[in-house]
T-cell receptor, first 117, second 114 residues
Framework: AQSVAQPEDQVNVAEGNPLTVKCTYSVSGNPYLFWYVQYPNRGLQFLLK??????LVKGSYGFEAEFNKSQTSFHLKKPSALVSDSALYFCAVRDMNSGAGSYQLTFGKGTKLSVIP | KAGVTQTPRYLIKTRGQQVTLSCSPISGHRSVSWYQQTPGQGLQFLFEYFSETQRNKGNFPGRFSGRQFSNSRSEMNVSTLELGDSALYLCASSGEVGSYNEQFFGPGTRLTVL
């Protein structure tokens, strides 16, 4: 079975400082990895994904993520945090080898990011 | 393109009742998935439909059911509601099966069971 772990329930960072939100995963086959963001009373917004290729993936709103196969990690990063980045962030994985064609995602518990002015 | 829409946005029911939630995917998307989000359990997969067929089902009791129509719109139904069914129910749509597309989520339906 596939799983995702986000070891930090909350991350606090000062505005202008770099931020990192951690994610590790476990799948039996090749992973599809995603980051989503959720603002209060809203659905999930897609930020970026890793399928294959370059280990550094760039996404929306200046976010990027680094895929590390040996550490089974997919940490989300941003060079300079904004107050408007404060939200709930979810890492998700899709096992490419399960459920032919299925889009089913397994999500981490989420990390609340607070950017302090 | 319009995004994923879900109706209603908010719903209050009492224990024992049943409820139907609706989801309209992005135009052209044929895959619709449903997720339940609660503070305790996080985001959990309910089921996935593609071309009116259920492709995948999560670990939920049979009180939770769904269907997809020929226009790709989907409904999910919860019968005999329990207090623990209070949650945000999210619908997501995706492009063609087998492609590398991400899922696009709707705003959710907030269900409160009293």
């Amino acid at each position: 079975a596939q799983s995702v772990a986000q070891p930090e329930d909350q991350v606090n960072v000062a505005e202008g400082n770099p931020l990192t939100v951690k994610c590790t995963y476990s799948v039996s086959g090749n992973p599809y990895l995603f980051w989503y963001v959720q603002y209060p009373n809203r659905g999930l917004q897609f930020l970026l994904k890793y399928i294959t290729g370059d280990n550094l993936v760039k996404g929306s709103y200046g976010f990027e993520a680094e895929f590390n196969k040996s550490q089974t990690s997919f940490h989300l990063k941003k060079p300079s945090a904004l107050v408007s980045d404060s939200a709930l962030y979810f890492c998700a994985v899709r096992d490419m080898n399960s459920g032919a064609g299925s889009y089913q995602l397994t999500f981490g518990k989420g990390t609340k990011l607070s950017v302090i002015p | 393109k319009a995004g994923v829409t879900q109706t209603p946005r908010y719903l209050i029911k009492t224990r024992g009742q049943q409820v139907t939630l609706s989801c309209s995917p992005i135009s052209g998307h044929r895959s619709v998935s449903w997720y339940q989000q609660t503070p305790g359990q996080g985001l959990q997969f309910l089921f996935e439909y593609f071309s009116e067929t259920q492709r995948n089902k999560g670990n939920f009791p049979g009180r939770f059911s769904g269907r997809q129509f020929s226009n790709s719109r989907s409904e999910m139904n919860v019968s005999t509601l329990e207090l623990g069914d209070s949650a945000l129910y999210l619908c997501a749509s995706s492009g063609e099966v087998g492609s590398y597309n991400e899922q696009f989520f709707g705003p959710g339906t907030r269900l409160t069971v009293l």
